[in-house]
């Protein structure tokens, strides 16, 4: 009843009377009242989109004041200590590793900004899943990081809260909660796929409430306690939750929670483990579940298990099949375990039942600042985990809603303290690991590997969604984020059950993605499962393994590391016994995922390195490492196999997986392991059965043989070459890396460092993509470490970005040092290192230019030898694999078959096989021991060999060898034994003592006795015989005999001979060449060099290898091959001439191609423009007679240009709005950066032009108009030209075949658009070149004596002549489709400036201003003067004298009426006409108001051509006169009144002298007097003259006016004459340009002694003074004009700077912060991609569907605007620049470079970045030049779409 009363009375009253109510002392009526308000109010059954309820509880919150009031004052009341603001997605923020304890931290760009970063490690980033500011946390940052606003303890000096302030906010929150959630319980449905839009329907009716509670959050601490009790109070939620007894609304509402619940899967027991708490899982049952989801024994509660039972309850993991959870039991103590207490723990639990809504995320992340809620809010979080992964998985929106897990959980985590707490009070470890092992345990499947019948392994498959979409990073980013904290990681490394499991898991990796290579057919689906193998093993295998190994880094965590050690083996041995595996790996199978033998191998690496442990304390027995060994070695040797090209069957993705697994993010957590693992498995096991081991797998065992031919069963003959050449190279990166064998951190980055850069030269950005995070991580502070930037000044030196010609932007680049080169240049590594193959061949490139340029060696280098770092003694025994007979064995025959140039070796293999040498001789095992136990086998390999020391088996000779060789074979006998006695006898002595090899009896009698040695059940295991009995099916290769070959060398004269080979002389070695030795030069150079310093090595290591080499060098003799004299004798020989001969035939073809290029070059670069040049350089006697040819590139065809068939220009048309960009300051415009700073675009020369137009327009009449002014200020037409010709007809041909070659790169050739054939220089358009002479011929030149009158008279009969209408011809023709093309070329509103649009007078209009636009352009481009003179590079591409033919023809159409011609107003004083007809019409233009210009070009236009010379210097010296008085005019009314009256007396005197008309005075003096007659004129500027003569006027400051006022004209009129005539262009000094111009132009009669006066060059065909004042009179007889108008039009400034892009800041940040948040102006939204114009500033949404007008996306339209079609933007949120050209676009790259000279595009790596200033004036160049299309390659459509 009250509550109704209150309803209807005012909101604010009643807010008022509440809060009256409940601060008295017995507040008990207030609450009742309040309560039944609130039920009223708070209905839920009302629908959630009524705000009344809201507004009420604002109010009510707000206690009677505003509520924006109230919010006020509780935000003073604010005490928080961080800043804790939260972002979604895209939001960009910034971390400093400088400050940074975690490595997630992060900042707002506030506190960024305000705290104190500048030379910090920082960047900007773009967040990828949302994020808080950590500002004020000192548990993830230091405190010196904190801005001002959080450094001071804000919370020390803040008021204490008045009580009543937040009173009526705890009464009224937790109904409002409440109301909420039941909203939610209410509206929530199992998803199916109908009822997800369901869910989201609820949440968007919720939106308002929730918004509400998140602005609650903002009001800061006071607000935010007062929350936090809210919502962890449990007695508030028992009260409420359930509803009351009688409410039956409440009732139903908290079933359906309880029903949700149910079907969470939290109260059967199969989810047992997932939704228990934290005391559940410790309890008894929840333990169970745990366990017998690991299908292992079950001990009774967690008291009783004692650690030894843990350690076996693994031990069944191998026995599942797929496994699924078990249910059969179900207890209902599990219910209790999620019952939430509180509203907190429900409010997350429907957050994740509706998928994590972000502005709920946001609402439980603001609340974090709040450390008691920090604390409830991670346990409740940590309680749901298991459910929260468990809705994740079956999730369709995985992606978002990871993001939005790990949005929460990156703050909860990163905390070390909180961290630790939740571990040890709600078992966040168990949790996690549990829930990762039920995660795989839904995608397992049986392992192929090894046994496919008896396999039990299971493993993950790689193609299902959980992996594929890498559904599990979240939990594993959590997961590897709590082992960063020491004190959790040692937790986890101390239990031994969970690390138990966590192997468990990792076995699940080990051996997934099995490829089975394939024999017959191709693949027929490549399946791409390998990336989701690779990203799984790398984040959730190897990341956390480097997060524990980081804690494992000192003596006294030994034990921890053998813990793990230990759990891997067992392990390991679990996996061979699932997988059956004895001892020989299955053929043709590999997997590279072993990630239990990395662990193993890291873990071992670290124990040694920094721990100090023993390795043979870790290590298992001989029998176990010979099983470790062979996956590991399978992957070396299928990488081998599959760059031999074995695999091809597989697909590409097989190569794909070759490159991951040695790529630089995943090769120190995969190839290094692997490798680092056979050097310990090396150094432990027998040398021979390694060795033999490693040919045996690659498959070359049948190749090693002293025979010329053999039989290889398992490799064709074109892969055993590189399968040799795979396993040599294996064996020296095995025995020659030291990664982890004894290198320091340091010297691992330098090596990698070295070995990268030697590559390829490296931008910085790249290098530290390429070289390995760990053992080097390049984030953080490593205290002690060398950092990346020390170590790459050490060995890099940096190459600043440069400019092509070309256009092509460098970035800045690191080089190796020249001393890196030289001494630490590694092709080991490289090797190791390299994706690509090419990449090697690179390095080698590189390192023989450095050699021949520092003048080392000029030949084609070998792979230089390098020492390397000593090995740590627990890895001595390494060194025992290269004293060792198998190798030594297989050495001799590889050196034996190099000599006899045996098939299928190669440079590669020698060099290998040197180096090999080399290594051995450089490593020597200090105690030679002899063998342990006499064997009673006979060792077939001791009679090769005394011992196993390299150096006495050097020189040991070998005499005869018996060899199975194919009967066909050159080495079988046919004649009998030699005849004599002696020799038969020695020769049977012989037979016996032959030597026999065979590789795998070897092996197979080492691996038996390994095994007897080691235990004795494993002599019950029958092991396959030997396959040296084979099956020989019929029709197979001869049969193999036995054969014995006569040797009679030891490698020491094998070595000598290769080197004669090498050398190609017989002696190359003399006896004493060891005496004479340099050793210094032996670091570098080809295998010569390294035999010799291998024998000067070993000479110097043993006196006797000294005096054996010696011996062989004195008798010296030539090899004989084992045969009669035969073919192959002669080949040996003719080998070398031949290569000679093919040698001198390739100089021959290059040369021949290299001068044809250079003709090509000349002609391409150089074709003669038909323009003046090519007239000029003839005498003028053959100019008459000789018409100009042209060449047409397509047919190759030479001839004149005709009237049938006409040759035309190959030009591109462009419009153009570079001229009216024009400012008249010289300095650019500042781009804005603030709100404060604006460009205005009234001031440019565009606008003034059109303002002019439209001025002349409203006052004069239309068709004079049109001709006083120039258009094509904005969208004027450019042409220009490549200079190269082609017949029209062969273009019309041309543009056919390209219409039907349909693959076409970035152009249209519907739009006519084409490349030049000849230099692909991109065009649209082809202008026809006048027939006849090139230009106007010597008679046209010949200086003229007749009188000004006369030429004045003549000029006027040539302007008579009607134009007379050109013969219809295939010219005409294709004039007329030229202009046509020009027409089409700029836009329609760039040409209609007339009242009646399409007139005459409009055509008339834009032709010549086309003529115009393009004399101003190329004046622009030679700088805006002509002081430069010549032919600037622009006049050899310019097509003017084509273009103004074609115009001419066109424009001599229009006549112009005589009674209208300028020339007679000009040249005569007009008589006074009748004015009675002419009352009604507009006047003309006065002649003051004209643009003389425009005048010029109309004039030559539509005379007659060609033109004589002397007609046309008339013109312009009539001209000439009507400038110099519009700049008396415009002058004169710059003066004051007294001035003004000063200047026109003393001219008035001075009129009367001789030459009065050639003197400023008399003139100023006159124009002064006639323009005041009209009192409008001067009247303006009475009152603003203080302002405006604050300068004295004196002669040489008017002088100095006068000429840059008639300066422009002056220019345009040469440049014309230039183009015209062909008559040179004078240079000269800027201050003389008027007087070198004006004698050019003909002027000024003769080369001037002082200097030019501006008024001497006139020259008056009639009286001056009348002339004036007739001009003077129009003006001031306009009686409807303003004097403000007449005044604009009579002051026309004509001087304007060059055109500027805008100037930029210089640091980016600046452009970045301001408009990458800035709303735009036609949208008001904050555009996605927001661009800025660099010509006018103007700020655009690209792509963007809110600013789309008819289709066109706004950067299009504002192209077409703002550059007629060309546009220039720079992309804020990319820092790059793209062009827009027409319908094309391209990415112009970025003018921000960072401090290491590298563009960053999309600011991907944030980095701080400073404007270049010589790529934006390339970019400004290329913008004035108008060469965007031909600079630029890679052009692409737009459609209208940005």
Not at 1301 to 1318: A, I
Not at 1446 to 1464: E, G, K
Request: proline share 5%.
């Amino acid at each position: 009843m009250m509550a109704a009363s209150l309803l209807r009375r005012d909101k604010k009253a009643t807010a008022t009377h509440l809060k009256a109510e409940l601060n008295q002392a017995d507040n008990s009526s207030g609450l009742r009242q309040l309560h039944e308000l609130l039920d009223t109010v708070l209905n839920p059954e009302k629908p959630a989109a009524d705000t009344e309820a809201l507004d009420w509880c604002k109010c009510l919150i707000a206690g009677g004041e505003g509520f924006e009031e109230f919010c006020r004052t509780v935000r003073s009341y604010d005490n928080a200590t961080l800043c804790g603001l939260v972002w979604t997605a895209n939001f960009v923020a910034y971390r400093c590793r400088t400050c940074g304890i975690s490595p997630c931290m992060s900042l707002c760009a506030e506190c960024f900004n305000n705290g104190e970063h500048a030379g910090h490690d920082f960047n900007m980033f773009r967040s990828q899943a949302g994020g808080a500011c950590d500002c004020g946390d000192s548990n993830v940052m230091r405190e010196s990081g904190f801005c001002f606003r959080h450094r001071l303890r804000t919370g020390e000096n803040v008021p204490t809260i008045p009580r009543d302030l937040l009173l009526m906010s705890e009464m009224v929150l937790p109904r409002f909660i409440l109301c909420i959630i039941q909203y939610l319980r209410d509206g929530y449905t199992e998803p199916d796929g109908s009822s997800e839009r369901d869910l989201q329907k609820v949440l968007q009716q919720l939106e308002p409430q929730i918004s509400f509670l998140e602005e609650l959050t903002k009001m800061g601490g006071a607000m935010r306690t007062v929350l936090t009790k809210i919502l962890t109070n449990q007695q508030t939620f028992k009260e409420l939750s359930m509803g009351q007894e009688d409410n039956l609304y409440a009732k139903k509402n908290y079933d359906k929670y309880l029903s949700a619940l149910k079907n969470s899967g939290l109260v059967s027991v199969e989810e047992k483990t997932q939704g228990a708490t934290a005391d559940a899982v410790a309890g008894a049952e929840g333990g169970a579940g745990a366990m017998s989801l690991l299908g292992g024994s079950v001990p009774g509660s967690p008291n009783e298990s004692s650690k030894d039972e843990d350690q076996d309850a693994g031990l069944s993991v191998g026995q599942r099949k797929r496994v699924k959870l078990s249910s059969s039991t179900k207890d209902l103590c599990i219910i209790e375990s999620l019952k939430h207490k509180c509203f907190l723990e429900e409010l997350l639990f429907w957050t994740i039942k509706y998928e994590f809504p972000q502005k709920m995320v946001t609402f439980l992340l603001n609340m974090l600042p709040d450390q008691d809620y920090k604390i409830t809010f991670t346990k409740t979080f940590v309680q749901h985990y298991a459910f929260i992964m468990k809705t994740l998985m079956k999730s369709h929106e995985s992606d978002t809603m990871s993001n939005r897990i790990v949005h929460i959980s990156v703050q909860l985590f990163s905390n070390e303290e909180l961290a630790r707490h939740v571990t040890e009070e709600c078992q966040l470890l168990d949790i996690m690991v549990t829930v990762l092992l039920y995660m795989m345990e839904s995608c397992l499947i049986k392992s192929e590997l090894q046994d496919d019948e008896n396999n039990r392994h299971v493993v993950v498959n790689c193609s299902e969604a959980l992996l594929k979409n890498n559904t599990y990073w979240p939990l594993v980013s959590d997961f590897i984020n709590i082992l960063s904290h020491q004190s959790v990681a040692k937790k986890f490394l101390e239990d031994h059950s969970l690390l138990m499991l966590w192997m468990s898991f990792v076995s699940f990796f080990q051996g997934m993605n099995l490829n089975k290579r394939e024999l017959n057919e191709h693949v027929e689906f490549e399946s791409q499962t390998y990336y989701a193998a690779f990203a799984a093993e790398l984040e959730a295998c190897a990341q956390p393994m480097w997060g524990l190994l980081t804690h494992c880094k000192v003596k006294d965590t030994q034990e921890y590391t053998k813990t793990v050690v230990r759990y891997c083996l067992e392990t390991l041995q679990i996996w061979f016994d699932a997988i059956g595996f004895i001892d020989e790996p299955t053929p043709n199978q590999v997997t590279f995922h072993l990630p239990l033998h990395r662990y193993y191998a890291m873990f071992l690496s670290k124990a040694v390195k920094c721990q100090g442990l023993d390795l043979d304390s870790l290590l298992p027995d001989q029998e176990m490492l010979m099983k470790i060994m062979v996956h590991p070695l399978q992957i070396q040797a299928c990488l081998s196999e599959i760059h031999s090209n074995m695999w091809v069957r597989n697909g590409l993705q097989i190569k794909g997986q070759a490159m991951t697994y040695v790529q630089s993010h995943f090769c120190n957590s995969m190839i290094d392991p692997d490798i680092y693992l056979l050097q310990v498995c090396a150094s432990r096991l027998d040398p021979d059965y390694f060795i033999s081991s490693v040919f045996e797998r690659f498959k070359v065992v049948d190749l090693l043989t002293m025979a010329s031919q053999h039989q290889n069963a398992v490799l064709d003959s074109e892969q055993e070459r590189p399968m040799l050449e795979g396993a040599l190279t294996f064996l020296v990166i095995l025995t020659s890396l030291r990664i982890h064998l004894g290198m320091s951190d340091d010297e691992i980055l330098r090596s990698e460092m070295v070995s990268q850069l030697c590559m390829n030269d490296r931008t910085h950005s790249a290098l530290l993509d390429l070289i390995p995070e760990n053992p080097n991580p390049k984030s953080g502070n490593v205290s002690g470490a060398c950092s990346f930037e020390e170590m790459l000044s050490a060995v890099a030196d940096f190459k600043a970005p440069v400019f092509e010609p070309g256009g092509s932007m460098q970035q800045g680049m690191y080089t190796p040092k020249a001393e890196v080169w030289e001494k630490e240049f590694d092709p080991i590594m490289v090797v190791l290192r390299t994706v690509y193959r090419r990449d090697v061949q690179s390095a080698m490139d590189r390192y023989a230019a450095f050699l021949k340029q520092s003048g080392i060696h000029t030949g084609n280098p070998w792979p230089p030898y390098k020492e390397r770092t000593p090995l740590h003694p627990c890895y001595k025994g390494l060194i025992r694999l290269l004293h060792c007979k198998t190798l030594h064995i297989v050495i001799f025959t590889l050196l034996y078959k190099i000599w006899m140039d045996h098939q299928n070796m190669s440079e590669h293999v020698l060099c290998m096989v040197l180096y090999l040498i080399e290594l051995g001789l450089d490593n020597q095992v200090q105690d030679i021991k002899p063998d342990e136990e006499p064997c009673i086998e006979e060792h077939c390999h001791d009679s090769w060999f005394p011992g196993t020391n390299l150096l006495s088996n050097l020189h040991h000779v070998i005499n005869f060898v018996r060899v199975r060789v194919p009967e066909t074979a050159p080495e079988v006998k046919k004649e009998a034994p030699p005849s004599t006695s002696s020799e038969a006898s020695s020769y049977g002595q012989n037979v016996r003592e032959a030597q026999v090899f065979s590789l795998v009896a070897e092996r197979r009698r080492k691996f038996q006795e390994i095994i007897n040695r080691s235990n004795t059940e494993a002599a019950q295991v029958v092991r396959p015989k030997s396959s040296s009995t084979r099956w020989v099916p019929p029709g197979t290769p001869p049969q193999l005999v036995t054969e014995i070959l006569e040797i009679r060398e030891s490698m020491l004269s094998l070595l000598i001979k290769l080197h004669q080979k090498l050398s190609s002389r017989q002696n190359s070695l003399s006896a004493s060449w060891l005496e004479d030795m340099d050793t210094s030069r032996h670091a570098h150079g080809d295998g010569i060099t390294a035999i010799e310093r291998i024998l000067t090595k070993a000479a110097t290591r043993s006196c006797q290898i000294k005096r054996s080499i010696q011996d062989i060098c004195g008798k010296v003799y030539p090899p004989v091959p084992p045969k009669k004299n035969s073919p192959t004798d002669k080949k040996t020989m003719d080998k070398e001439e031949r290569r000679q001969r093919a040698r001198e035939r390739q100089q021959k073809l290059l040369a021949e191609f290299a001068s044809r290029q250079k003709s090509f070059m000349e002609t391409a670069m150089d074709v003669e423009i038909p323009d003046a040049e090519a007239a000029m350089d003839l005498g003028p006697t053959e100019v008459l007679e000789s018409e100009v040819l042209y060449d047409c590139v397509i047919c190759g065809q030479s001839g004149p240009s005709t009237e049938d068939r006409p040759t035309g220009l190959v030009v591109l048309l462009q419009a153009s709005s570079v001229l009216g960009h024009q400012c008249k300051s010289k300095d650019a415009k500042k781009l804005p950066t603030s709100d404060e700073e604006h460009i205005y675009p009234s001031d440019t020369c565009g606008v003034a032009h059109d303002v002019r137009l439209t001025l002349m327009q409203r006052f004069f009449k239309d068709s004079s108009c049109l001709q006083s002014v120039s258009i094509g200020w904005d969208g004027g037409v450019y042409v220009q030209t490549c200079g190269h010709t082609l017949h029209i007809d062969c273009h019309k041909s041309y543009m056919e075949s390209l219409r039907n070659d349909q693959v076409l790169q970035g152009f249209s050739v519907d739009k006519g658009e084409f490349t030049c054939p000849l230099c692909r220089q991109f065009a649209n358009s082809v202008l026809p070149c006048r027939p006849g002479r090139g230009t106007e011929a010597g008679a046209w030149h010949t200086p003229t004596n007749k009188k000004t009158c006369v030429l004045v008279k003549e000029v006027e009969e040539l302007q008579e002549r009607i134009g007379v209408f050109p013969t219809e011809s295939n010219l005409s023709k294709e004039m007329e489709l030229v202009i046509k093309d020009i027409k089409n070329t700029t836009q329609k509103k760039y040409m209609d400036y007339g009242k009646n649009p399409g007139s005459p007078d409009n055509d008339f209009l834009f032709m010549y201003s086309v003529a115009r636009t393009n004399l101003e352009l190329e004046l622009v481009h030679r700088g805006g003067n002509l002081c430069s003179g010549g032919a600037s590079a622009a006049a050899k591409r310019s097509c003017l004298n084509q273009l103004f033919h074609v115009l001419a023809m066109h424009m001599r159409l229009y006549s112009i009426d005589s009674a209208y011609n300028p020339w007679t107003k000009l040249t005569q004083i007009a008589q006074n006409r009748q004015e009675d007809g002419f009352e009604e019409e507009r006047p003309e233009v006065p002649m003051l108001f004209r643009d003389v210009p425009s005048l010029l070009i109309i004039f030559i236009l539509t005379m007659p051509q060609p033109l004589r010379k002397e007609h046309f210097t008339c013109v312009v010296k009539m001209l000439y006169n009507l400038q110099f008085t519009q700049a008396l005019a415009a002058l004169s009314t710059q003066f004051s009144a007294e001035e003004r009256k000063a200047w026109s007396l003393s001219g008035a005197l001075k009129r009367k002298a001789a030459n009065g008309d050639k003197t400023f005075d008399a003139l100023l003096s006159h124009v002064i007097m006639e323009l005041s007659e009209d009192k409008c004129v001067y009247s303006m500027n009475s009152e603003e003259t203080p302002m405006l003569s604050s300068s004295v006027w004196s002669p040489q400051s008017i002088e100095f006016s006068l000429q840059q006022f008639c300066l422009p004209f002056l220019r345009l009129s040469c440049l014309l004459q230039h183009h015209l005539y062909g008559d040179n262009l004078p240079g000269c000094p800027e201050e003389e340009e008027f007087a070198s111009l004006a004698t050019c132009l003909g002027l000024y009669p003769t080369q001037p002694s002082n200097s030019v006066h501006s008024a001497s060059c006139l020259e008056w065909p009639v009286g001056v003074f009348d002339l004036m004042t007739q001009w003077c009179s129009e003006v001031t007889g306009l009686s409807q004009m303003q004097a403000e108008q007449s005044l604009t039009l009579l002051v026309q400034d004509p001087k304007w700077a060059a055109p500027r892009l805008l100037q930029l800041p210089d640091n980016y940040n600046v452009i970045f912060q301001y408009y990458h948040r800035k709303a735009c102006t036609v949208c008001k939204k904050v555009p996605k991609d927001p661009a800025l114009c660099l010509v006018c500033g103007a700020f655009v949404c690209l792509k963007g569907v809110c600013c789309k007008q008819q289709g066109v996306c706004e950067c299009v339209l504002h192209s077409q605007h703002c550059g007629a079609a060309t546009g220039i933007f720079l992309l804020i949120n990319a820092s790059v620049i793209i062009i827009i050209r027409g319908h094309r676009f391209c990415l112009w790259g970025s003018v921000y470079l960072d401090a290491h000279g590298e563009e960053d595009r999309d600011l991907r790596r944030g980095k701080p970045l400073f404007l270049c200033e010589e790529r934006y004036r390339v970019l400004e160049q290329q913008w004035v030049s108008h060469t965007f299309d031909h600079i630029n390659k890679r052009w692409g459509p737009h459609y209208n779409g940005l």
